[in-house]
C-alpha cells in the first residue's frame, strides 16, 4: 500500500498561465505569432551564415548553434504551450514531463555556455588580435561547442534523475505551463533539501561559471578598448560586444532568478512570470539583437536577395 502510494501520480495538470477562456485564445495567437518569428529568425541567420563566406568565423559559428539551439528550445515547449491553451486542459504524462524537463534543462544550460564561449570569442578577437586566427581555430570552436552541449545533457540528465527519485503521491496540479525542476520539486512528498543542494550546485556550475567567464572576459575587453588610441577602434569594439552584453544580461538576469535565488511562497506565479521572458521573449529577442545593426548580416541579406531576384529573372 505504501508504495501504491507514493506512486500514485500518473500526470500533472499544468495550470498554464491563466484559466480565462477568451484570454487562452488570445495567448494561442500571440504565443503562435512568437513561436512562427522564433522559428524564421533563428532559421535565417543558419541559412546566412551556410550561404555568405563572410560570415563563416568563430562569432558566427557560435551564433548558428545558439540560432539552433533556440529553435530546440521554442519547440520543446511553445507547441505543448499552445496545444494546452487550445483544448484548455495541461494534461501532460509524468514521462513526457520528464522529456520536457530534460529538453529546456538542455537548452538552457547549452545557452549559458555558449554565451560564455561568444565571450571569450570577443576578447580573443579584441585583446589578442594578433594570435586570434591561430587560438579560435576550427578544433577549439569544435571542443567548445561540444562541451556546451555535452555537459548541460549530462547535468539534466541527474536534474530529472535527481527530481524524479522522489514520490509524488499528490497533489498534481502544477503551477507553471511546462515542467521545470524548482517547481516540480515543490510537489513532492518528501524532503527535497538534498535535491534542492544538488540542484543549486549544478546551477552554479553551469549558470554562474560561464557567468564568472563572461565578466572576466569583458572586464579585460574594457581595459584594453580604454587604452586604444583610436576613438574608431574603441567604437567598433563597444559596438560589437555590445549586442552580446544586452543578450546575457536579459537572460542570466530571469535564469538566476529562477534557480539561485529562494522563492517566497507570498509570490506563487513569479516562478511562470520569469519563464515567459526567457522561454518566449529571448529566443525571439535574441537573433534580433544580435543582427539588427549588424552590416556583415545585411549585407548577407542583400546578397541572398540579389541571388534570389537573378534566379527569378531567369
Given at each position: 500500500m505504501g508504495a501504491e502510494n507514493v506512486t500514485s501520480v500518473r500526470e500533472f495538470i499544468l495550470m498554464g498561465l491563466t484559466n480565462h477562456r477568451k484570454t487562452q485564445i488570445l495567448l494561442f495567437v500571440v504565443i503562435l505569432i512568437i513561436y512562427s518569428l522564433t522559428v524564421l529568425v533563428n532559421l535565417t541567420i543558419i541559412i546566412l551564415v551556410r550561404v555568405d563566406s563572410r560570415l563563416q568565423t568563430p562569432m558566427y559559428y557560435f551564433l548558428t548553434h545558439l540560432s539552433c539551439l533556440e529553435i530546440c528550445y521554442v519547440t520543446s515547449t511553445l507547441p505543448q504551450m499552445m496545444a494546452h491553451l487550445l483544448a484548455g486542459n495541461g494534461r501532460i504524462p509524468v514521462i513526457r514531463c520528464m522529456l520536457q524537463m530534460n529538453v529546456a534543462l538542455t537548452m538552457g544550460g547549452a545557452e549559458c555556455l555558449l554565451l560564455g564561449a561568444m565571450a571569450y570569442d570577443r576578447y580573443m578577437a579584441i585583446c589578442h588580435p594578433l594570435i586570434y586566427t591561430i587560438a579560435m581555430d576550427r578544433w577549439c570552436q569544435?571542443?567548445?561547442?561540444?562541451?556546451?552541449?555535452?555537459?548541460?545533457?549530462?547535468?539534466?540528465?541527474?536534474?530529472?534523475?535527481?527530481?524524479?527519485?522522489?514520490?509524488?503521491?499528490?497533489?498534481?496540479?502544477?503551477?507553471?505551463?511546462?515542467?521545470?525542476?524548482?517547481?516540480?520539486?515543490?510537489?513532492?512528498?518528501?524532503?527535497?533539501?538534498?535535491?534542492?543542494?544538488?540542484?543549486?550546485?549544478?546551477?552554479?556550475?553551469?549558470?554562474?561559471?560561464?557567468?564568472?567567464?563572461?565578466?572576466?572576459?569583458?572586464?579585460?575587453?574594457?581595459?584594453?578598448?580604454?587604452?586604444?588610441?583610436?576613438?574608431?577602434?574603441?567604437?567598433?569594439?563597444?559596438?560589437?560586444?555590445?549586442?552580446?552584453?544586452?543578450?546575457?544580461?536579459?537572460?542570466?538576469?530571469?535564469?538566476?532568478?529562477?534557480?539561485?535565488?529562494?522563492?517566497?511562497?507570498?509570490?506563487?506565479?513569479?516562478d511562470k512570470q520569469i519563464a515567459v521572458f526567457y522561454v518566449v521573449v529571448t529566443p525571439l529577442l535574441n537573433p534580433i539583437i544580435y543582427t539588427l545593426r549588424n552590416k556583415d548580416v545585411h549585407g548577407a541579406v542583400a546578397l541572398v536577395l540579389r541571388r534570389w531576384g537573378f534566379e527569378q529573372k531567369t
Open positions: 569544435l571542443q567548445l561547442v561540444l562541451a556546451s552541449w555535452t555537459i548541460p545533457f549530462v547535468v539534466s540528465v541527474i536534474y530529472v534523475v535527481c527530481t524524479f527519485r522522489l514520490p509524488f503521491c499528490g497533489p498534481n496540479h502544477v503551477n507553471h505551463f511546462f515542467c521545470e525542476v524548482p517547481v516540480v520539486l515543490k510537489l513532492a512528498c518528501a524532503d527535497t533539501q538534498v535535491t534542492e543542494a544538488i540542484v543549486f550546485g549544478l546551477a552554479a556550475l553551469v549558470v554562474a561559471f560561464p557567468l564568472l567567464v563572461i565578466l572576466n572576459s569583458y572586464g579585460l575587453i574594457l581595459h584594453s578598448v580604454l587604452h586604444m588610441r583610436s576613438t574608431a577602434h574603441q567604437r567598433k569594439a563597444f559596438s560589437t560586444c555590445a549586442s552580446h552584453l544586452l543578450v546575457v544580461t536579459m537572460f542570466y538576469g530571469t535564469v538566476i532568478s529562477m534557480y539561485m535565488i529562494p522563492h517566497s511562497d507570498s509570490a506563487p506565479d513569479r
